[in-house]
Structure formats: C-alpha cells, structure tokens
C-alpha cells in the first residue's frame, strides 16, 4: 500500500507510531506517553500550574488532574501553594520524579531512533526544526487568543 499524500493524516500516522513506541518503552517504568509528555514538561520548570500544563500538552484540564494525582500518588510530582497567587496550586516535580524522569527520557529516545530509523542525521534535525516551528506558532496563536 502506497504512503498517503495528506499532511495531517501523515502527521497522525507517525504521531500514533511514535506514542505507541513510546508506550511500550515507557513500560518498565510505568509511564505511558502523556504522563512522560507531564513529566517533562515539569522538569523544566521551578513549578507550573494545572491550566498551564494542559495548555502546554494540549489536553483538557480534567485530564490534567488525574494524571497529577497519578504522578502524586507515587511521589513524582506534588501540588504546592503558587506564591504569586495563593488561590492557585504549583505543580512540581519531586527528586524521585526527576531521577525517573531521566530514566525514562533514554527510554524515550531509544524508541524515537526506533521510529525514525529510516532518516539521516540531517533529516532528523530538519524533521525536528520544522516541528518545533508549528508547536511555536501554535503556541503564539494559542497566546493571542487569551
């Protein structure tokens, strides 16, 4: 069967086979692609909250909660008083996270050599600027609609 030519279903056809790779490298860890995607995104920062996070990973926030209360529960991130509003929670990643986190992010990329096996060196670099450029366009639209 010959590769389709649309761009959005080729984008999704590679997103869903790098998350299902990600998934089974995530396994030994017991971390599956969105709550890596959380981790991530909470070892770079000194603290964010829920909305931020869900904006950040483009899920919906009641998402958000059960995955930090996943991630609570087994002491790699907690909620904390936001210093600059205290109506809000900050949320950070733990020691333990940050260890895993670490362990984890190998696993990751193992898998994403797994999926790109087919690309260069160069190609991959290509591959990433030219996504990072749609995340950061997305992210300048998304900023401007608020």
């Known amino acids: 069967m010959r590769a389709p030519e649309n761009i959005g279903l080729l984008l999704s056809l590679a997103s869903a086979r790098g998350v299902a790779s990600a998934n089974v490298a995530l396994g030994p860890v017991e971390l599956n692609s969105r709550s890596y995607s959380l981790l991530e995104q909470l070892a770079g920062t000194d603290g964010v909250s829920q909305r931020e ?26 909620r904390r008083p936001n210093p600059a509003d205290r109506r809000q929670k900050s949320v950070v990643i733990t020691g333990p996270g940050r260890t895993l986190f670490h362990r984890a992010r190998a ?14 060196d160069l190609e991959r670099e290509t591959l990433r600027g030219l996504l990072q450029r749609i995340v950061r366009h997305d992210a300048a639209r998304l900023e401007h609609a608020s």
């Open 53 to 78: 996070l869900a904006d950040a990973i483009r899920l919906d926030p009641s998402q958000i909660v059960a995955m930090i209360d996943g991630l609570e529960r087994r002491g790699l991130a907690e």
């Open 107 to 120: 696993l990751v990329e193992s898998s994403v050599d797994e999926v790109l096996a087919g690309l260069d």
